[in-house]
């Protein structure tokens, strides 16, 4: 089958997008692991399959799968993405679109000047997919990774994120306790890892090593994870900016019952065609 797709990205974090609204499109992992390799395939961090609503009270439904051809809940990035391809495919021409998402009902607002502003959702600090029995000890946890020991907050915001807050940003500490805090036995759905440096009440340097990827040049819903994180461990304010090795995002998070905000841009790269 020759498959039409639309390479973009968000601060770098890159998506190959699919419509299966036109047209049905389905795939298994072999074929998401081997599209997102970057010398056999197109090569992506995350797959987004857009398709008609199963609620007709939203407007579309997203898939997200990441390079490993896992399924996932959520992408803050890929939700941007997505608002971009819709309307840039004339699929709709709502600038606020409702979607349905594995993590539940989400809205995008399409502002001017190519950004987007995505209501992520509540987070949860006590999720059910986060397996912590201890009692916590001011939101903290603590997690051994090798001989060290790493005090993380567990954040759901659809997808599970541990944020651990840093002195440094150190390459070799992202990439060495990355993967072992991400496939860690207290996290049996796995997690992705936030790495945050705190340079003032509103603004963070953020590094993540997403689950089912690795280390990606930003990573949205993890942006929204070390914010929140943050805000409750009483280290941000409200608004803050979050710098990702990819560019600037936005996170508005107001508290307890209220959703997250994130605002960012989104990038056509190029359009192709490939044999699946
Ligand atoms: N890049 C994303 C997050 C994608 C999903 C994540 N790797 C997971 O497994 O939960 C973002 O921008 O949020």
Redesign the pocket.
């Given at each position: 089958m020759l498959l039409k797709f639309t390479k973009m990205h968000?601060l770098g974090?890159d998506f190959v997008v699919v419509d299966a609204v036109s047209r049905k499109v389905f795939f298994n992992k072999q074929q998401i692991e081997k599209l997102s390799d970057r010398n056999w395939g197109i090569g992506f961090?995350?797959l987004l399959v857009v398709e008609p609503p199963m609620n007709p009270d939203m407007d579309f439904r997203y898939r997200?799968y990441?390079s490993d051809g896992?399924e996932?809940?959520?992408?803050?990035?890929?939700?941007r993405c997505f608002a971009k391809f819709v309307l840039d495919r004339e699929l709709t021409n709502k600038r606020i679109i409702n979607v349905e998402t594995k993590r539940g009902a989400i809205q995008l607002r399409v502002l001017d000047g190519g950004l987007v502003t995505v209501d992520m959702g509540e987070p949860s600090f006590a999720p059910e997919d986060l397996p912590f029995t201890a009692g916590p000890c001011d939101g903290l946890y603590s997690v051994m990774a090798g001989d060290t020991e790493y005090f993380i907050t567990p954040v759901s915001v659809g997808?599970?994120?541990a944020v651990i807050k840093v002195d440094q940003l150190i390459d070799s500490e992202v990439a060495k306790t990355g993967p072992l805090i991400e496939c860690h036995e207290r996290f049996p759905r796995?997690v992705?890892v936030g790495f945050m440096q705190v340079i003032s009440s509103d603004e963070i340097n953020l590094r993540?090593f997403?689950?089912?990827?690795g280390e990606?040049q930003?990573?949205?819903?993890?942006?929204?994870a070390a914010v929140v994180a943050g805000i409750k461990q009483g280290w941000l304010s409200p608004k803050v900016t979050a710098h990702l090795r990819g560019g600037d995002l936005h996170i508005e998070w107001q508290g307890e019952g209220l959703p997250i905000l994130m605002t960012g841009p989104a990038e056509k790269v190029f359009e192709g065609q490939i044999y699946l």
């Open positions: 968000g974090n961090d995350q997200i990441n896992s996932v809940e959520h992408c803050g990035n890929g939700a997808n599970p994120h796995k992705n993540v997403e689950r089912g990827v990606t930003a990573c949205g819903t993890g942006a929204c």
